[in-house]
């Protein structure tokens, strides 16, 4: 069993949002495209409080894309993003929703943030996607989304080390692209064992 799952395709990681990945919204056309191939679709979303320990805004003479130390190792500072209830949180409105199994929101902890889908940033503290994949003997997960050096890697990092069969769909991924963090990310996949592969290519091979 396989299963679709779609990272952070939300308002404030498109163009006009509060970190707004370049051509973020690119992403959408092949999802909407790939997701009725799929039984299982299971979305996540970032939904943060104002007070989040991520934002540049609650630390004192620091800015975004800066970075701090945690107790569970460095730390990004964002700018203000996807604020629970807040239209940035959205998912973006032309992202087809309908086949969405489930939704898992992440980075709702005030003192961790959130990139993987598996798992918070303490590497401990478990979302449940690894019950819900399990539950439905999935045994290959394919992904895309926002964005491919954050939230889309560490998930994909994640989901081998959770013993599935991975593949980034890699013309729906977008990356925030900091100091070549992209390539990076890609080898570190790559290295990890994630297959990559194209919709186009995909697309038959769940038809039959």
Not at 123 to 139: C, F, H, V
Request: proline share 5%; with cysteine; aromatic share 12%.
């Amino acid at each position: 069993m396989y299963a679709l799952l779609i990272i952070d395709v939300q308002n404030d990681f498109c163009p006009g949002g509060k970190l707004a990945v370049p051509d973020g919204d690119d992403v959408i056309a092949p999802i909407n495209k790939l997701s009725p191939f799929f039984e299982n679709v299971i979305q996540t979303q970032d939904w943060h409080p104002n007070n989040h320990t991520s934002f540049a805004s609650n630390h004192k003479n620091k800015n975004p894309y800066d970075t701090i130390d945690l107790d569970y190792g460095k730390q990004v500072l964002w700018p203000n993003h996807c604020v629970q209830e807040s239209r940035g949180a959205e998912f973006h409105p032309d992202l087809e929703t309908i086949h969405t199994n489930i939704i898992i929101r992440k980075g709702f902890r005030p003192e961790v943030d959130s990139y993987s889908a598996f798992f918070e940033n303490d590497k401990a503290t478990s979302t449940g996607l690894k019950g819900y994949l399990d539950s439905l003997n999935i045994s290959t997960v394919f992904i895309c989304g926002l964005a491919t050096d954050f939230c889309v890697k560490w998930t994909a990092l994640d989901s081998i080390k959770s013993g599935y069969n991975t593949y980034l769909i890699c013309d729906a991924v977008k990356g925030i692209d900091i100091d070549n963090s992209v390539q990076i990310a890609m080898k570190e996949m790559y290295d990890a064992g994630v297959e990559f592969i194209l919709s186009d290519y995909l697309i038959p091979l769940l038809d039959n």
